[in-house]
């Protein structure tokens, strides 16, 4: 059974930074790419940042390009999501997303697999 567990969120100023973590278990995850998306509250989730777990291929949302960094450690089975110059308006539940192949799409439909989320707040 595929679990995906978020960590490293909390309380953050306005330009400051946090590394989250999704530690994955339980299923095959070197062919399948790996998603960061966001939902705010009152808001519809929305796509952040994608890595294929093979080869290092990226995709970023336009509003956080040059701010966040994916990452994977393919020992650890553990996908990273460190974020700078953080926002307000960036105040969300982090979810961490298998997709259902390689391709690191920004659609949520291509991911089948989601974690519990982790609460990152910015504060100004």
């Known amino acids: 059974q595929v679990q995906l567990v978020e960590s490293g969120g909390g309380l953050v100023q306005a330009g400051g930074s946090l590394r989250l973590s999704c530690a994955a278990s339980?299923?095959?995850?070197?062919?399948?790419?790996m998603g960061w998306f966001r939902q705010a509250p009152g808001k519809e989730r929305e796509f952040v940042a994608a890595?294929?777990?093979?080869?290092?291929?990226?995709n970023y949302a336009d509003s956080v390009k040059g701010r966040f960094t994916i990452s994977r450690d393919n020992a650890k089975n553990t996908v990273y999501l460190q974020m700078s110059s953080l926002k307000p308006e960036e105040t969300a539940v982090y979810y961490c997303a298998r997709g259902r192949s390689s391709l690191p799409t920004a659609t949520s439909s291509d991911y089948d697999r989601w974690g519990q989320g982790t609460q990152v707040t910015v504060f100004s």
């Open positions: 890595i294929r777990w093979s080869g290092g291929i990226t």
């Open positions: 339980g299923g095959t995850f070197s062919t399948y790419a």
